[in-house]
DNA sequence: GCTTCGTTGACTAATCCTGATCTATTGTAT
DNA sequence: ATACAATAGATCAGGATTAGTCAACGAAGC
């Protein structure tokens, strides 16, 4: 049992009561004696989308971190499949990712065509390997966060 | 609970009442028991033209400022005012940009979510200037696709 | 031994807030 | 009409307060 793990178990024993759970990360390493930056490890490492999880944050005074449990029926195994693609897509991939997708009733037309626009190269426009993996996380971080639900509720 | 945000939250409930508050800048500060220029940093930041209001003001004796919200932009509007950014786009103008049409019901819910995890410097994680261009290109080609019309139909 | 995972600390970046100083507008005395 | 004083808002640099990044090093598991 690291300190990761223990710092995991503290927040999902949070997370299992609200779907949300806010908190100031200084807080947290004080609680947990350890640096500041041991608290981005574990929310970049065990609180990532592929793993259901949504983070924000805002610095300066009044900052905070704010971590959602994703609840989606679908999202499960939408993003297991992409666990595959080792944290990169290429465009023809995402094309065919968000076709599948709206095929299958997930997505509207409009908002296909948007996420289109956004995976297409000349929009990305940065040069590869970066694209590919600038392509991921937009893909997965916008899929997650327009099919979640959170506390079982449509937002 | 900043200060910036109690400061915010009154004027947002003034201006629930009248579509125009007209107020003098010492008032407030002596109210909040701040520094004057306190309430232009709120005005800036919070009730800039990018989330739809309007503010003039007046120096010297009798001076005032006058706050006022100013309606949802359509498409072209929308895309006329973009230019002024140059192809740059910092991430809290995009989300003040995001959260106007969304209250202007342009966007709905679920996508104004999306949109504001794609213009998020995490989820881009560019450096800087890049991230800024990066985030003007994605936003404006993804709205374009989601609120165009064509043949006067929606798609 | 080599590789992966965990942990830290030094540096970076964003956000809020204030105070000193500047500018615009009006009032008043000559 | 002009000059000066008084009033009130604007601007800007900088300090304070958070959170993020990254490289380095050590620990743990093959």
Same mark, same amino acid.
């Not at 970049?44 to 994703?70: A, N, P």
């Not at 499949?81 to 009733?105: H, K, M, N, T």
């Given at each position: 049992?690291?300190?990761?793990?223990?710092?995991?178990?503290?927040?999902?024993?949070?997370?299992?009561?609200?779907?949300?759970?806010?908190?100031?990360?200084?807080?947290?390493?004080?609680?947990?004696?350890?640096?500041?930056?041991?608290?981005?490890?574990?929310?970049?490492?065990?609180?990532?989308?592929?793993?259901?999880?949504?983070?924000?944050?805002?610095?300066?005074?009044?900052?905070?971190? =704010?971590?959602? =449990?994703?609840?989606?029926?679908?999202?499960?195994?939408?993003?297991?499949?992409?666990?595959?693609?080792?944290?990169?897509?290429?465009?023809?991939?995402?094309?065919?990712?968000?076709?599948?997708?709206?095929?299958?009733?997930?997505?509207?037309?409009?908002?296909?065509?948007?996420?289109?626009?956004?995976?297409?190269?000349?929009?990305?426009?940065?040069?590869?390997?970066?694209?590919?993996?600038?392509?991921?996380?937009?893909?997965?971080?916008?899929?997650?966060?327009?099919?979640?639900?959170?506390?079982?509720? =449509?937002?």
């Amino acid at each position: 049992m690291t300190l990761s793990d223990a710092i995991e178990t503290h927040l999902r024993d949070l997370l299992a009561y609200q779907g949300e759970v806010e908190l100031k990360r200084s807080d947290l390493s004080d609680y947990f004696a350890c640096a500041p930056s041991q608290i981005n490890y574990v929310l970049t490492t065990r609180f990532s989308v592929e793993r259901g999880y949504q983070v924000e944050s805002r610095r300066g005074e009044g900052g905070y971190i =704010r971590l959602r =449990r994703l609840n989606c029926p679908d999202l499960p195994e939408l993003l297991e499949s992409l666990v595959r693609f080792e944290g990169q897509l290429g465009q023809a991939e995402a094309e065919a990712l968000i076709g599948r997708l709206e095929e299958g009733g997930l997505l509207a037309g409009r908002v296909a065509r948007m996420l289109r626009r956004a995976v297409d190269r000349r929009v990305l426009a940065v040069p590869l390997p970066e694209r590919d993996l600038l392509r991921y996380r937009l893909l997965t971080e916008m899929l997650a966060a327009y099919l979640a639900t959170v506390g079982g509720e =449509r937002r």
